[in-house]
């Protein structure tokens, strides 16, 4: 395993200061490209495919991560807002870009400037939208219908009728029609055929209105693995390429899509100790030593997106686990170890180490989330490290 680039270095911090770290998250980029393949491979032929890059790449690094899914494959990328979706372009990206969530309809120039494309779901939208804009350049938009989700979208061929003329006014694109399941992970698949029926006579108001190659688009993570029918012309993948099963248990047994994790989380013994029996150890005195115990202080904590509710799970240190001990705190926590280990030993809160491995799904359980919440708390100021193979 070779590191190509060694720390990403967070906004502001330490600039232009090469500074070591003790705890860090490694990205491995050369298994969000395998995932992407894999999810690929699985789609019918002429398929799209769209990578899900929100919120800084599912916590991994947007730019990074979206670079990866495009050199696997992916067509075209989604942000949720606009910042997001410009950060990519001046770093280079040049694929189709869609923002999941609206934007401001002052900003539409800024959009168009940089190809972006927006979604439209409010005729009030549009008339705004048309009044700030001063740039010839079209905006690339697609039309976003709630058929079922209850988020953002038209709902009625009423809301459609009039954004129609606004739509037909020149100055915009249509690119795509969308939406959104809200049950794509669940066995039963009730719901999401009402929703693909609604979205199957949505669509027909397009044609009828003359709109022409328009990409259709329904699926993402859990409905793009488990069945071809909810594919259409595009999927839209973000948790699966991140190595993310979103299936309840029963549908990812049947479709079996092997996916890797992409992201390790490590810190560093910073300080060990011999702890007698009956001696406390952190806040609250949240834990008393019931032996003489080695104790080992780690410089990561809820500062860092060690929830405190992880207090109950172990981290890993040679290949063994080592229990988190006391409450965390905001910079550190303490763990008991087997045996006496060297100040400068590694400890793995999320990844594996020989044998053992602690999952994105372990800790998520653990404090009743998902695993893309366990992600997105790690924070901005661990250094992401970009791995290889
Ligand atoms: C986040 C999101 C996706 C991706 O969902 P995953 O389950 O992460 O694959 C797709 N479409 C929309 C509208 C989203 O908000």
């Known amino acids: 395993m070779k590191a190509v680039k060694t720390v990403k270095t967070v906004e502001n911090r330490s ?9 860090w998250a490694e990205i491995h980029l050369d298994r969000i490209e395998r995932n992407v393949r894999t999810i690929r491979s699985r789609l019918p032929a002429g398929c799209k495919m769209m990578a899900v890059v929100k919120a800084d790449g599912y916590g991994h690094g947007a730019v990074q991560a979206a670079a990866a899914a495009i050199r696997a494959g992916a067509d075209e990328l989604a942000v949720s807002r ?25 900003e539409a120039d800024i959009a168009a400037e940089h190809q972006i494309a927006v979604p439209v779901f409010q005729a009030e939208w549009l008339r705004d939208m048309r009044e700030s804009r001063t740039s010839p350049k079209p905006l690339p ?4 219908m709630d ?8 709902r009625t061929k009423r809301e459609f009728e009039e954004m129609l003329p606004l739509l037909a006014a020149g100055g915009i694109d249509v690119k795509g029609v969308y939406t959104h399941l809200a ?18 006579e949505m669509r027909g108001w397009l044609d009828e209105a003359g709109f022409r190659d328009v990409t259709a688009h329904c699926a993402n993570s859990a409905a793009a693995l488990r069945d071809p029918v909810y594919a259409m012309d595009m999927v839209r993948v973000g948790a699966s390429i991140f190595g993310i099963h979103t299936c309840d248990e029963e549908v990812r047994g049947r479709h079996g899509v092997p996916l890797l994790p992409t992201l390790s989380l490590h810190t560093t013994i910073i300080h060990v100790k011999r702890v007698a029996a009956g001696e406390c150890i952190g806040y609250d005195r949240s834990y008393t030593a019931q032996d003489d115990e080695w104790i080992a202080t780690v410089p990561l904590g809820y500062g860092d997106g060690c929830f405190r509710g992880y207090a109950g799970l172990e981290l890993l240190v040679d290949g063994e686990r080592a229990p988190i001990v006391g409450n965390i705190c905001m910079d550190q926590l303490m763990i008991r170890l087997p045996r ?23 800790l998520a359980r653990h404090i009743g989330t998902i695993p893309q919440q366990v992600l997105l708390m790690i924070a901005a100021r661990v250094p992401r490290v970009y791995l290889r193979e």
Not at 87 to 103: E, K, M, Y
Not at 141 to 144: P, S
Not at 147 to 154: A, F
Not at 190 to 199: I, M, P, S, T, V
């Open 82 to 106: 606009l910042d997001e979706a410009v950060r990519l372009r001046q770093n280079g990206i040049d694929v189709p870009i869609l923002t999941l969530g609206p934007i401001a309809p002052r």
């Open 183 to 200: 049950t794509a992970n669940q066995a039963d698949t009730g719901y999401c055929e009402k929703q693909l029926a609604r979205f199957a």
């Open 147 to 154: 058929t079922g989700m209850g988020r953002i979208g038209i």
């Open 141 to 144: 938009v697609h039309i976003k």
């Open 15 to 23: 600039k232009g200061v090469e500074l070591s770290y003790q705890t």
């Open 340 to 362: 006496h280990y060297p100040v400068g030993t590694k400890a793995t809160l999320i990844g594996r180490q020989r044998d053992e491995a602690v999952t994105l799904d372990d």
